[in-house]
C-alpha cells in the first residue's frame, strides 16, 4: 500500500487522534508528491469535523495545485467551524484565476461572515486581489441588491484615480460593507491621502481598525 493510502486510511480510522497529532502535514506532503487529488472529497462531503478539518488544511496549503477541486471547496464555505471556513477562503482566493476567476466572488462575499477575524482577514485578502479577480467578481454582481459590493469593487479597480472626496464618501457610507470597501481603497493609496486615515482609527469599527493597522 502506498504511503498517502496508508495515510489516508489512519485518517479514516482516527480522525481526531490524526488531526491533533498534525498528521495532515504528512498527508499534505504526499500530495505535493503526486497522490491524486480526488481522494480528499469524500473528507470535503464527510459529516465529520475533523476530516472536512484535514481536507480544508491540506487544500490551503496546497494553493493552485488545488484548483481541481475548487468547486468542491465552496461546500467548505457553509460549515460551523470558523478554522475550516478560513482554510476554504484561502484555499479558493489561490485558485480563482484564469478561467476560475469567478470564484473569487466566494472571497468577497466572506466580507460579510459572522466571525469578526475571518471578516478582517478576507479584508486583507481582497487588498491583495489582483485585477482579474476583482473584475470578475464586479461582472459577477447584478441587480440592486449587490449594488454595495458593485460600488465597492468599482473603487478597487478605479483605486488610483480616486480623488479624496471619492474615498471619504466610501468611509462615510451608512452601512458597514460599505466601509469596508473604503477602508480597502483607502490604504491601497494612503500616501496620496494621509490625512484620511484618522477617519478610520478613531472610528467605533474594530475590523476596520485591525485591518488598517
Known amino acids: ?54 481536507a480544508a488544511y491540506i487544500l490551503s ?27 476554504a477562503i484561502e484555499s479558493i482566493m489561490t485558485c480563482a484565476t484564469g478561467e476560475l476567476a469567478n470564484y473569487f466572488v466566494y472571497v468577497v462575499q466572506a466580507l460579510e461572515d459572522e466571525h469578526l477575524g475571518i471578516r478582517v482577514q478576507v479584508m486583507k485578502l481582497v487588498y491583495n486581489a489582483s485585477t482579474e479577480q476583482l473584475l470578475a467578481a464586479y461582472n459577477w454582481y447584478g441587480g440592486e441588491d449587490a449594488l454595495i459590493h458593485k460600488k465597492g469593487l468599482d473603487a478597487l479597480l478605479k483605486v488610483d484615480s480616486l480623488s479624496e472626496r471619492d474615498i471619504y464618501v466610501l468611509l462615510d457610507e451608512n452601512n458597514a460593507l460599505g466601509r469596508k470597501y473604503g477602508t480597502i481603497a483607502l490604504k491601497k493609496i494612503n500616501q496620496k491621502f494621509p490625512g484620511l486615515s484618522d477617519k478610520v482609527l478613531t472610528s467605533d469599527d474594530v475590523e476596520l481598525k485591525k485591518f488598517f493597522r
Open 1 to 54: 500500500m502506498l504511503k498517502g493510502e496508508e495515510l489516508i486510511s489512519e485518517l479514516l480510522n482516527d480522525p481526531q487522534a490524526f488531526v491533533n497529532q498534525a498528521k495532515p502535514d504528512l498527508l499534505l506532503q504526499e500530495y505535493f508528491r503526486g497522490f491524486p487529488l480526488d481522494t480528499l472529497r469524500p473528507l470535503i462531503y464527510s459529516d465529520d469535523l475533523y476530516l472536512k478539518s484535514a
Open 61 to 87: 496549503e496546497l494553493g493552485a495545485q488545488g484548483k481541481e477541486l475548487i468547486a468542491d471547496t465552496v461546500k467548505l464555505l457553509n460549515e460551523e467551524s470558523a478554522v475550516v471556513r478560513f482554510s
